[in-house]
C-alpha cells in the first residue's frame, strides 16, 4: 500500500511539474481558419458530455485559449462549478466574463448571487446594474423576475419596506404567472414591519393560488402567534407539516430556497406552543 502511495505521490509530481513547464498555448500557431475548425470541432465534441464533466470542463479550457474574448466560455466552465459547490473555481471564472461582456453575463450572475451563493450586497450591486440598462422595462434574470429577486435581497438585508415595493411590483407585472411565493414573503416583510393583517392577505392570497403551501402555512402560523390566536396557529401548523409529510414542500436539487421551511423546523415550533 506504501508503494503504491509513493507511485501516485510521484505521478502528481511529474503532473504537476509538466503542468509548470507546458505554459504554451497550444494553439497559437494555428491559422485563424485552423482556429475556427478548432472550434467547431471542440463545440460539438464537449456536447456529447454530461455537464460538469472533467472531459467536458477540458474542452471548455481548450475553447478558451483557441477564443478567450469569448465570455459564453467562462460563464458556461462556471456554472458546472457552481452546481457542485467548488465557488472558489468558479467566481474567478465569473468575473472574466464579466469583464468581456457586463451586460449579457450579468444575466446570469445576477440571479447566481441572489439565489445560490446568496451574496446579497453583491446580488443587489448586480441586481441593479443588471436592471438600469433596460430603464422602465421589466428585466429577468436568469428568467426570474429582476423585482421579485430584489424583493428577497433586500428582504434578507433586513430592508422591508423597499422588499414589499419590489414584491409588489414583480405581483402586478406578473399577474396570474407570477410565483405563489411572492405573496409568502411580502407577508414575511408584512410581519416584520407588525402589519399583521396585510401579512395574514398575502399568506390567504398564496393559498388561494396553491392550496397546498406548506411554506404559507407556516408562516401564517407565526404572525397568529404575534396575534395571540395559538389555537389558529397550531392548526396552520399541523397542516404546514402534514403537507411535507406528503411532499408538497417548495425546495431545490441545487440549493436552498429562499426561506425554505423544513419538517423539524415545524415540529419544533409545535412543540414550543404545546407545552
Not at 422595462?137 to 429577486?149: C, R
Not at 404546514?240 to 406528503?246: C, F, P, Q, S, V
Amino acid at each position: 500500500m506504501e508503494k503504491l502511495h509513493a507511485y501516485i505521490l510521484s505521478l502528481l509530481l511529474i503532473s504537476i511539474l509538466t503542468s509548470c513547464n507546458t505554459n504554451k498555448n497550444p494553439f497559437q500557431d494555428l491559422s485563424a481558419d485552423e482556429k475556427t475548425q478548432k472550434i467547431k470541432s471542440f463545440e460539438y465534441a464537449k456536447a456529447t458530455y454530461f455537464q460538469g464533466s472533467l472531459r467536458r470542463q477540458k474542452y471548455f479550457d481548450s475553447l478558451i485559449q483557441l477564443n478567450p474574448s469569448n465570455h459564453e466560455y467562462y460563464k458556461a466552465k462556471s456554472m458546472s462549478h457552481s452546481k457542485i459547490g467548488d465557488y472558489h473555481l468558479a467566481f474567478p471564472l465569473l468575473q472574466e466574463a464579466m469583464k468581456l461582456n457586463p451586460k449579457e453575463t450579468l444575466y446570469y450572475t445576477s440571479w447566481l448571487m441572489s439565489d445560490l451563493y446568496k451574496d446579497y450586497d453583491r446580488a443587489l450591486s448586480y441586481l441593479n446594474q443588471y436592471d438600469a440598462y433596460t430603464p422602465g422595462k421589466t428585466d429577468y434574470a436568469w428568467g426570474e423576475n429582476v423585482n421579485f429577486l430584489k424583493g428577497e435581497v433586500l428582504q434578507a438585508l433586513g430592508r422591508h419596506e423597499e422588499a414589499i415595493e419590489e414584491f409588489t411590483k414583480a405581483i402586478e407585472v406578473e399577474g396570474d404567472f407570477i410565483d405563489y411565493a411572492a405573496f409568502v414573503y411580502r407577508g414575511i416583510s408584512y410581519d416584520y414591519l407588525g402589519q399583521f393583517e396585510k401579512a395574514l392577505q398575502d399568506y390567504d392570497s398564496t393559498l388561494q393560488i396553491y392550496d397546498k403551501s406548506s411554506m404559507a402555512y407556516y408562516y401564517r402560523a407565526l404572525t397568529l402567534v404575534k396575534l395571540n390566536k395559538k389555537e389558529e396557529a397550531v392548526k396552520n401548523l399541523n397542516k404546514a407539516l402534514d403537507l411535507i409529510k406528503l411532499g408538497y414542500k417548495k425546495s431545490d436539487p441545487y440549493k436552498e430556497v429562499y426561506n425554505e421551511i423544513y419538517q423539524m423546523q415545524v415540529v419544533d415550533k409545535l412543540a414550543e406552543l404545546q407545552r
